[in-house]
């Protein structure tokens, strides 16, 4: 089947919009700061947000540079910039809230370590989801992003989760070539990250699928094991979530874990 064409690829492409969800018209205590992962956008953190809105905590959600934007704005963005931001947004944060958590998805779980790692001091807790401490990618994971992108076949559930998480325009398929440089960024965030896990003191809470297609589960799950000490750590496996995808059964386990490790977190004293 033919694809869609360029054009109609980039007049379909709707950007993804940064967002604050306030629990009530009153001010938070505690904010809880959404991170996604690379080529990702915020729309998918508008149900956990909900989740953190009824623990009485206010939810932000960020767009990282190069993000919402065209292939050639992602491909000029990079790990520096995605950094700074991240710092910036948590300074901002900390400076209105006296407890932060920071949740990040695949990259945004790097990204969130990274910026605790740096400096730990006021952020209250950490939780990732599918972070990719090690990776590895599937038959199944390139049919869905191929799919995804090109539009090739009439979407599956894996590929209507991708084409809902990406937040840059298609470009030409040579234009990719220019993207190498942020992979390279991601695996350089991923050695960092596992070389300065030991020196994690915030809580932490590591949730992987089991059916990731992008990260390899049970390797970065014994990473967190190893290398994270058992007084912060928490885990949870995800039987049948893929990277993007979470059935029914598991999005309930998901939420009962987050809630109420969010819900532990903000009663610190």
Known sequence: MKGKSLEERMAAFVPQRPFVSRASEGRSRTAVLFIHGIAEGPSQFLIPAAWVNALGMDAIALSLPGHGGTAHD????????????????VDACRSEYERLILVGHSMGGLLSLLTCLRRPDGVAGIVTVGCPLHVWVSARAVRSILGARYHLLPADA???????????APGPTLGYAGWLPRLGDLFSMMRAVRKDLPCLS???????????ELVWARRSIGCFRRRVSSVCLQTLVLPDTTHFCYPAADEAVLR??????????????
């Open 158 to 168: 894996g590929e209507e989760a991708v084409r809902n998480a990406v937040n840059v």
């Open 202 to 212: 915030v809580p932490l809470l590591a949730v992987q699928g089991k059916r990731d």
């Open 74 to 89: 992602f491909a000029c963005s990079g790990r520096r910039a995605w950094e700074a931001y991240v710092d910036r947004r």
């Open 256 to 269: 009962e874990a987050f809630t109420n490790f969010c819900r532990a977190v903000a009663s610190r004293p």
